[in-house]
Structure formats: C-alpha cells, structure tokens
Nanobody
Framework: QVQLVESGGGLVQPGGSLRLSCAASGILFSDIIMGWYRQAPGKQRELVASIAAGGATKYVDSVKGRFTISRDNANDTVTLQMNNLKPRDTAVYYC????????????????WGQGTQVTVSS
C-alpha cells in the first residue's frame, strides 16, 4: 500500500528558510519522478518542483533560485529546501509523483498525504 508522509512545515518570517521532507513507502521509489505541490487558500494545487529518477529537476518560475528539490533513494525520501521564503509561499505542501499525460500532467498516487503547513508571516 502506497503511503506518503510530509513533514517539516512551520511558521517563519519572510526571508527565512524551511526544509520539507516526504517519506514514501509501498512503491519502487528509486524508479519514479517525485514532486512537491502546494495549495494556498482559495487556490488550486500547484506543482512547484520535481525531480526525476535520474536526478533532473524542474521548478515553477516563482520559486526558481529559492527552492531546491533533492532525493535520497536509500531512505525513500524527497526533500524541498526553501530559502528566502515569501508570504506568497504560504500553503499546504504535499508530495506526489507527476507524470506527463498528453498535453497535461497527472499524479501517480491517487491518495494524497496529510500535507505540511508552511506559513510565512511577520
């Protein structure tokens, strides 16, 4: 059974940093792309970063230069290092596996984890 557990969120001031972790189980973790999503109040869930099985990374423009995604296949975890946080980064952050499907992107895991709350405020 697939299980995704996110952790590491919290309350930080603008300009601060957080490191989020996603622990996966029940999957062949090393073989799949993994990504971090976020959902802010009143907004749609957004893919902000991804890392392929081979290590290639992608980021949404709004976080480039500030966020870094990485993975540890030995421990079945994916990490999001977030620096220079801004109030607009406030959201619940989730992990999942994005994959292309035609002209769009879908998620491999139907069931989402609990997510971890990130709040950036002074």
């Amino acid at each position: 059974q697939v299980q995704l557990v996110e952790s590491g969120g919290g309350l930080v001031q603008p300009g601060g940093s957080l490191r989020l972790s996603c622990a996966a189980s029940g999957i062949l973790f090393s073989d799949i792309i993994m990504g971090w999503y976020r959902q802010a109040p009143g907004k749609q869930r957004e893919l902000v970063a991804s890392i392929a099985a081979g290590g290639a990374t992608k980021y949404v423009d709004s976080v480039k230069g500030r966020f870094t995604i990485s993975r540890d296949n030995a421990n079945d975890t994916v990490t999001l290092q977030m620096n220079n946080l801004k109030p607009r980064d406030t959201a619940v952050y989730y992990c999942n596996s994005p994959f292309p499907h035609g002209s769009t992107t879908r998620t491999l895991f139907v069931s989402w984890g609990q997510g971890t709350q990130v709040t950036v405020s002074s």
